[in-house]
């Protein structure tokens, strides 16, 4: 885009602290209009004449910054004055914080390298037609500020005692200009206030916070003290099995929380790092711990401005808890990028992750920009040669020692576009993700060693699958065949694209035929869960009936257990419920034992784990290392809810849901089910119900022309609202 303004700098190091840039102008004549366009290497807070410009927080967002950097644009008519003073505030952010790498010589190894600078530009148009632009330039001046700490991983240190000794004059560089774009994703917003719940004091003797919820954001307290007192606190996702706060699995993510108080009352909240936490520790508080109480911190839910459009309730409280379960697992990973976990030190767009979790994302909110953005920097990170990385912003790519991209991971750059377009139906979306779609197709056949397999590479494989060999992260389930199975379903759903678009796919349709037939010869048996799911799933198994039962009867035979990590696991209440097992399906839902998706809950889960046994059923953690309690991938079962179990299902070739259809699978193993979308055309809804007859009722509202399938016969009927009645 078009940028005149320079990019300005502190002229010392500013490591890790928060630099304040100020600008004072006057206008002298009435303003029409002012409009701000503005961005920063970091995260940046702006104000004028004190008053924040804006709602929204961490902007610019994560992009993949050496070739994108969003530029926000914010009208600030209503703030100018005669006299006027504009600052900005810059945090490290995801820029210049050291995030985890697992070598040296990586993307984020330079960044942190770069400037604490920002560029913004403020367009005056006066009453009179004429026009000013403030720029930044040397006239700017910049001082340390109150943020005496601000990164990432590591939290934020404020003092409010801090009087900057020195004024300097902002220094000019040579920024980047090329790679700016408009923002292009939802900003992100402080969305919820939660208060705190309950202070336990800990055997250890601890004085600890409950806010009785899992959430990403900030955290605020509110008190009276003397200039110089301390609040300093620290973050846990859960309590250990004694009753003790738990910090090891944040792993090297420092996440400080330290205050330095003026006098008097007053509020403080972190503004330019977040947090992933439940519980936090009351370290140090004025007049002593004991002087903390529950009133004085709440806790801030941030993440990207998405409309919630999906809701499911059930008889069923502990299934409800569960759904909670998983809309707070997208709250809390969808901050600008879609992540992995919130807490501890990584934080990344792990893109098998995102994959798994695309459609029940779509589904509960409306994240057609949050993901449209995300793939515009998957497609500027894809290698020339189609290599796409393990996470977007791939600030990992020069450190992935295997040199191909892992399925499942890579496989993001079908299956992501195609849900979104599957969800939404923007043909425009497709459009642009086509090449990126196309590429990574393409590169599967450059690097495998077998023709029309995937095979002789590196993957995460069925990644934390319970049938894992004894100090493995990798599901049991052959790699070649994962590998393979996904090269046939990202070519499947290439071809689909391509038509949607009106391309010729005649030479994908050949490629796909010949991955299915070497794939049968090649895997004419299937040893786990995850390869019978895959098999049927991705129709790729001879007789996909034979390989469902099969599916149920190792389901059985394992104590109506899954065995599936991420792979599977997305996938195997479908193959059962598409091949008559729908009862094993429901079984698998509502098992409350370990291991299943009730599980957690028994352990107070408030946020979907990362393992099944992240806490084991004798209290202990599953590791220190790798246990994260807020990973959204197996929250991606919300999918079968509402597409199987209330039986809302988009028609593929009217994507969007502009046709419908319905086919609601009810269970005597609960009293009632309901789930309803915000559809780009009206609501959706679907309800089943057992009467006091015990006849199945059927409720459903659509906005479009649907087709009811019930008692095994579809009728078609126009939007409107239905009663059926089933014996
Ligand atoms: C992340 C995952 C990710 C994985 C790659 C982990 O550390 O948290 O969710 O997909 O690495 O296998």
Not at 453 to 465: K, P, S, V
Not at 528 to 555: P, S
Request: aromatic share 12%; net charge negative.
């Amino acid at each position: 885009m078009e940028w005149n303004a320079k990019w300005i700098k502190p002229s010392w190091e500013t490591e890790s602290k928060a630099p304040l840039f100020a600008k004072c102008f006057q206008t002298g004549k009435p303003v029409q209009s002012a409009i701000l366009r503005m961005t920063g290497m970091g995260v940046y807070e702006a104000a004028i004449n004190g008053t924040r410009i804006s709602k929204d927080v961490l902007a610019p967002g994560w992009t993949s910054y050496h070739k994108r950097l969003q530029v926000q644009t914010y009208n600030v008519t209503d703030m100018i004055g005669d006299k006027n003073e504009l600052t900005v505030l810059l945090g490290c952010g995801w820029y210049r914080s050291h995030l985890m790498c697992w070598n040296d010589g990586n993307i984020q190894t330079e960044l942190v390298k770069k400037p604490a600078g920002i560029t913004a530009e403020l367009t005056l148009t006066y009453a009179d037609g004429t026009e000013e632009i403030v720029c930044t330039d040397e006239s700017w001046t910049v001082s340390e500020s109150q943020v005496r700490f601000s990164e990432l991983y590591d939290g934020e240190v404020v003092d409010a005692t801090f009087v900057p000794q020195e004024i300097t004059s902002a220094v000019c560089f040579d920024g980047p200009t090329e790679t700016l774009i408009p923002q292009e994703g939802e900003p992100i917003r402080e969305q919820e206030r939660i208060c705190a719940v309950r202070m336990i004091t800990t055997p250890k003797g601890e004085r600890v916070i409950d806010f009785g919820q899992e959430l990403t954001g900030f955290l605020e307290v509110k008190l009276s003290a003397k200039k110089g007192e301390v609040v300093d606190i620290s973050f846990a996702e859960v309590l250990d099995k004694d009753g003790n706060f738990y910090t090891e699995n944040y792993r090297g993510a420092k996440c400080l929380y330290r205050y330095t108080c003026r006098d008097g009352q007053q509020t403080h909240k972190t503004k330019l790092t977040f947090y992933g936490f439940r519980y936090i520790r009351i370290n140090q508080f004025p007049g002593g711990t004991e002087n903390a109480d529950i009133s004085c911190f709440t806790g801030i839910a941030v993440h990207s401005q998405m409309k919630r459009t999906g809701h499911i309730h059930t008889s069923d409280s502990t299934l409800n808890q569960l759904v909670s379960n998983i809309i707070w697992g997208q709250k809390s990973n969808f901050v600008d990028v879609p992540t992995d976990c919130p807490q501890r030190d990584e934080r990344f767009g792990w893109t098998g992750d995102a994959q798994v979790f695309a459609r029940t994302a779509c589904l509960n909110y409306d994240a057609e920009r949050f993901f449209a953005k995300w793939l515009n920097d998957l497609a500027a990170d894809q290698r020339e040669a189609g290599y796409v990385g393990s996470v977007i912003p791939d600030v990992l790519t020069s450190v992935n020692e295997h040199g191909t991209a892992s399925s499942a991971w890579g496989d993001a750059a079908v299956i992501v576009p195609w849900e979104v377009y599957r969800a939404y139906g923007d043909v425009g979306l497709l459009r642009r993700q086509f090449p990126s779609m196309r590429k990574w197709v393409d590169y599967i056949g450059t690097i495998t060693a077998t023709p029309d397999l995937w095979t002789g590479c590196w993957h995460y494989a069925d990644w934390l699958g319970l049938d894992a060999p004894s100090g493995s992260y990798k599901g049991s389930s052959r790699e070649d065949f994962i590998a393979s199975a996904f090269y046939a379903n990202s070519t499947a759903l290439l071809i689909k694209a391509g038509k949607a678009l009106g391309e010729d796919m005649t030479a994908y349709e050949h490629l796909h035929k010949r991955i299915v037939a070497a794939f049968r010869k090649a895997y004419p048996e299937y040893l786990t869960q995850t390869e019978c799911i895959l098999a049927v799933h991705f129709h790729l198994a001879e007789d996909l009936q034979k390989t469902a039962d099969q599916l149920a009867h190792m389901v059985r035979e394992a104590g109506v257990q899954l065995k599936t990590g991420f792979v599977g696991t997305p996938y195997i209440l479908h193959v059962l419920s598409d091949y008559g097992h729908t009862d094993l399906a429901y079984e698998l839902l509502l098992r409350r034992e370990y291991p299943s998706w009730l599980y957690p809950i028994s352990k107070g889960a408030t946020t979907i784990w990362e393992h099944w046994d992240g806490i084991m059923q004798d209290g202990g953690f599953w590791s220190a290392d790798m246990n994260s309690f807020n990973h959204y991938a197996y929250g991606s079962v919300a999918d079968w809810m509402y597409g199987v179990a209330a039986g809302i299902q988009v028609c593929e070739d009217a994507p969007g849901y502009g046709k419908i259809r319905i086919h609601p699978h009810p269970t005597d193993k609960l009293d009632w089910f309901e789930a309803s979308i915000e559809t780009r055309h009206g609501l959706v809804s679907s309800k089943w119900s057992k009467t006091m007859a015990g006849a199945w009722r059927y409720e459903i509202v659509t906005p479009v022309q649907t087709d009811i399938q019930l008692n095994g016969k579809t009728c078609t009927v126009p939007a409107g609202s239905y009663i059926f009645h089933q014996e």
